[in-house]
């Protein structure tokens, strides 16, 4: 007896392992479309097995594409005789009659499949995605919504209604369906948001916000909370953060919230240079007390978003200067210098330097910063490297290369490395050193950091230009000195400079180079009007000078970003011109993006 069963067992597993061998060779087949193959395989392995489906379905796929309608129809007859109540083999057979010209035929067989649909959700997603995989999406649909009318569940099948919506490119009911899904299964959220994002176009999106709109308006408290999440997730697509805000605010005080989707969209608005929202969102977190988890946090960004929403938006007055320095101050001495608050003590330093002209305070709040214990390795470097930067404004010329030199040494195969042997080889250059900084200039270009690379392949190709034009270089040495003196915002005396070299030098290869150092005075005296006017006369009258890509696109940025110029319209056709006539320019790639940023592409 033992015997025969092994015996029997062997024959089992050789069975087997004949059908799965015949069932890959035929799937093989039918992928290389060689159905004369497939089908004799895929009906015998249907007479060994005639309960697997999949056997079964592959078979008929290879009868139809033969036009074997005689084997087909019997095939799909003894099947219906086995299994009635299957509705998609009428499926089947309305797509053989279709294939024969049949049209009449082929409908009062899809009619039968839907009238003899069973009260089964199996059955109904059974005959759903046969009629799906036919591409009949109107006969699909109505199949999903029988049966959610016979099971009185109107929510079940909306997720695959709402992908047959979007296949026939019925936006609304999609969404619509989506939503409902949302209603069954909140576990579903990010990947509808995905679908969303994937699928909705900004048109698109307006309908979806209306459609949460409504719900909301409809919905109880905790039903809104979904639709509310989405509405804010919606408005972030579209980059709308103040309507966004609104929602997430909402959500917060409905939910007695933390502030974590306030402070978190507050972020999103900050990186996003969109400040005005994100200081409004560090507010609220502000003010919900010392007590909540992200409040010191929020003081910190919130002070950070005013500074850059000045400094960036090329308008300030004394007054808001002086009031953000107090602001800085405030915090400060409220938790205190340490490791936490380093970044805000440089920021404060260089408001001082830079804005308040205040060097003497900014040299003490860094000279100090250096010397507190814990603070990590990068903050030094940075701290140092400004530090160095302060004291060169100041003249003080051995101290600045000197933190520079230390930093080199300290972080040499760091950017931080990289961008002091930057700084210091452009002291270099503001000292008349040209042959030794064009040699660093040249190492840096190839500097993994891209802007360092940049300036410094400026730099490079600068100096190359002008060194040995006459025999003393004094030309390019004026201009070095003006360099410096305007680094050190020693503005009337660098012009004099300027006035020098242009007077002493007349037609001298650095006019244009002249006339770009005074434009970018001028924009750091926020006399927009009169820098615009130097960018355009070396891009009319210097076009091939190295100059004019860089003067194309600061003027562009003036007009699309000040306020007493704006011209948005001027802005995109100086990117335009950028991009195509100055494909090799390191502006090139920027200035595609923000010429289609202004023609309202969407940009992921």
Same mark, same amino acid.
């Given at each position: 007896?033992?015997?025969?069963?092994?015996?029997?067992?062997?024959?089992?597993?050789?069975?087997?392992?004949?059908?799965?061998?015949?069932?890959?060779?035929?799937?093989?087949?039918?992928?290389?479309?060689?159905? $004369?193959?497939?089908?004799?395989?895929?009906?015998?392995?249907?007479?060994?097995?005639?309960?697997?489906?999949?056997?079964?379905?592959?078979?008929?796929?290879?009868?139809?594409?033969?036009?074997?309608?005689?084997? &087909?129809?019997?095939?799909?007859?003894?099947?219906?005789?086995?299994?009635?109540?299957?509705?998609?083999?009428?499926?089947?057979?309305?797509?053989?009659?279709?294939?024969?010209?049949?049209?009449?035929?082929?409908?009062?067989?899809?009619?039968?499949?839907?009238?003899?649909?069973?009260?089964?959700?199996?059955?109904?997603?059974?005959?759903?995605?046969?009629?799906?995989?036919?591409?009949?999406?109107?006969?699909?649909?109505?199949?999903?919504?029988?049966?959610?009318? /016979?099971?009185?569940?109107?929510?079940?099948?909306?997720?695959?209604?709402?992908?047959?919506?979007?296949?026939?490119?019925?936006?609304?009911?999609? =969404?619509?369906?989506?939503?409902?899904?949302?209603?069954?299964?909140? $576990?579903?959220?990010?990947?509808?948001?995905?679908?969303?994002?994937?699928?909705?176009?900004?048109?698109? /999106?307006?309908?979806?916000?209306?459609?949460?709109?409504?719900?909301?308006?409809?919905?109880?408290?905790?039903?809104?909370?979904?639709? =509310?999440?989405?509405?804010?997730?919606?408005?972030?697509?579209?980059?709308?953060?103040?309507?966004?805000?609104?929602?997430?605010?909402?959500?917060?005080?409905?939910?007695?919230?933390?502030? &974590?989707?306030?402070?978190?969209?507050?972020?999103?608005?900050?990186?996003?240079?969109?400040?005005?929202?994100?200081?409004?969102?560090?507010?609220?977190?502000?003010?919900?007390?010392?007590?909540?988890?992200?409040?010191?946090?929020?003081?910190?960004?919130?002070?950070?978003?005013?500074?850059?929403?000045?400094?960036?938006?090329?308008?300030?007055?004394?007054?808001?200067?002086?009031?953000?320095?107090?602001?800085?101050?405030?915090?400060?001495?409220?938790?205190?210098?340490?490791?936490?608050?380093?970044?805000?003590?440089?920021?404060?330093?260089?408001?001082?330097?830079?804005?308040?002209?205040?060097?003497?305070?900014?040299?003490?709040?860094?000279?100090?910063?250096?010397?507190?214990?814990?603070?990590?390795?990068?903050?030094?470097?940075?701290?140092?490297?400004?530090?160095?930067?302060?004291?060169? /404004?100041?003249?003080?010329?051995?101290?600045?290369?000197? %933190?520079?030199?230390?930093?080199?040494?300290?972080?040499?195969?760091?950017?931080?490395?990289?961008?002091?042997?930057?700084?210091?080889?452009?002291?270099?250059?503001?000292?008349?050193?040209?042959?030794?900084?064009?040699?660093?200039?040249?190492?840096?270009?190839?500097?993994?950091?891209?802007?360092?690379?940049?300036?410094? %392949?400026?730099?490079?190709?600068?100096?190359?230009?002008?060194?040995?034009?006459?025999?003393?270089?004094?030309? %390019?040495?004026?201009?070095?000195?003006?360099?410096?003196?305007?680094?050190?915002?020693?503005?009337?005396?660098?012009?004099?400079?300027?006035?020098?070299?242009?007077?002493?030098?007349?037609?001298?290869?650095?006019?244009?180079?002249?006339?770009?150092?005074?434009?970018?005075?001028?924009?750091?005296?926020?006399?927009?009007?009169?820098?615009?006017? /130097?960018?355009?006369?070396? =891009?009319?009258?210097?076009?091939?000078?190295?100059?004019?890509?860089?003067? =194309?696109?600061?003027?562009? $940025?003036?007009?699309?970003?000040?306020?007493?110029?704006?011209?948005?319209?001027?802005?995109?056709?100086?990117?335009?011109?950028?991009?195509?006539?100055?494909?090799?320019?390191?502006?090139?790639?920027?200035?595609?993006?923000?010429?289609?940023?202004?023609?309202?592409?969407?940009?992921?």
């Amino acid at each position: 007896m033992r015997k025969m069963w092994l015996l029997v067992a062997t024959m089992l597993l050789c069975v087997g392992w004949s059908m799965a061998q015949d069932a890959k060779l035929a799937q093989q087949y039918l992928a290389d479309g060689e159905f $004369e193959k497939a089908v004799v395989l895929f009906e015998k392995l249907y007479t060994q097995d005639n309960d697997n489906d999949y056997y079964f379905d592959r078979y008929i796929e290879c009868l139809m594409e033969l036009q074997r309608y005689e084997d &087909l129809e019997r095939s799909l007859v003894k099947q219906i005789r086995r299994r009635p109540n299957e509705s998609r083999l009428y499926v089947n057979y309305g797509r053989m009659y279709e294939q024969q010209g049949k049209e009449e035929e082929a409908k009062k067989q899809y009619r039968k499949a839907i009238e003899q649909l069973p009260k089964d959700r199996y059955a109904v997603s059974k005959l759903a995605n046969a009629f799906s995989a036919a591409n009949k999406y109107d006969l699909a649909v109505e199949t999903y919504e029988k049966g959610a009318s /016979m099971l009185n569940d109107r929510q079940f099948f909306s997720y695959s209604l709402a992908d047959l919506y979007r296949r026939k490119g019925d936006v609304a009911k999609m =969404i619509e369906q989506y939503l409902n899904s949302l209603d069954a299964f909140p $576990e579903r959220v990010d990947n509808i948001k995905s679908i969303f994002q994937r699928y909705l176009s900004a048109e698109d /999106m307006n309908v979806l916000q209306q459609q949460l709109y409504d719900r909301i308006q409809t919905a109880s408290n905790s039903g809104s909370v979904q639709y =509310i999440d989405m509405l804010a997730w919606a408005f972030l697509q579209k980059k709308d953060y103040k309507n966004a805000l609104r929602q997430v605010r909402a959500l917060d005080k409905q939910q007695k919230g933390d502030g &974590l989707r306030v402070y978190q969209l507050a972020q999103i608005a900050s990186n996003d240079k969109d400040y005005d929202v994100a200081i409004e969102a560090y507010q609220y977190v502000i003010d919900k007390g010392a007590g909540t988890p992200f409040f010191v946090e929020s003081k910190q960004e919130y002070l950070r978003c005013r500074r850059n929403k000045l400094v960036e938006g090329y308008t300030y007055s004394k007054e808001e200067l002086l009031e953000l320095e107090r602001q800085y101050e405030t915090f400060i001495n409220d938790y205190g210098k340490s490791r936490s608050t380093a970044a805000l003590i440089m920021e404060l330093a260089d408001l001082e330097a830079i804005y308040l002209n205040n060097l003497d305070k900014s040299i003490t709040l860094l000279a100090e910063l250096i010397t507190l214990p814990g603070i990590t390795a990068g903050t030094l470097g940075q701290a140092k490297l400004n530090l160095g930067d302060y004291y060169l /404004m100041k003249t003080e010329v051995w101290e600045s290369t000197l %933190l520079y030199s230390q930093v080199d040494k300290s972080y040499k195969d760091d950017i931080l490395g990289h961008e002091a042997r930057f700084r210091n080889a452009r002291l270099a250059y503001y000292s008349g050193d040209f042959e030794w900084a064009q040699a660093q200039f040249e190492i840096l270009k190839a500097s993994t950091a891209k802007l360092i690379a940049n300036d410094a %392949l400026d730099m490079s190709v600068f100096i190359s230009d002008n060194l040995n034009l006459d025999t003393t270089a004094t030309a %390019l040495e004026y201009y070095a000195e003006a360099d410096m003196l305007i680094f050190q915002n020693r503005f009337t005396e660098a012009f004099s400079k300027l006035d020098s070299l242009i007077r002493e030098y007349p037609n001298h290869s650095l006019e244009d180079d002249v006339w770009y150092l005074k434009a970018k005075v001028f924009t750091k005296k926020r006399d927009y009007a009169q820098a615009g006017k /130097m960018y355009q006369m070396i =891009i009319d009258n210097y076009p091939d000078e190295i100059r004019a890509d860089n003067s =194309i696109f600061a003027l562009a $940025e003036l007009y699309e970003n000040v306020n007493q110029l704006n011209d948005k319209e001027k802005a995109s056709k100086l990117y335009e011109k950028l991009f195509i006539d100055f494909s090799g320019s390191t502006f090139a790639v920027e200035a595609r993006k923000r010429y289609r940023l202004l023609r309202g592409d969407k940009i992921q």
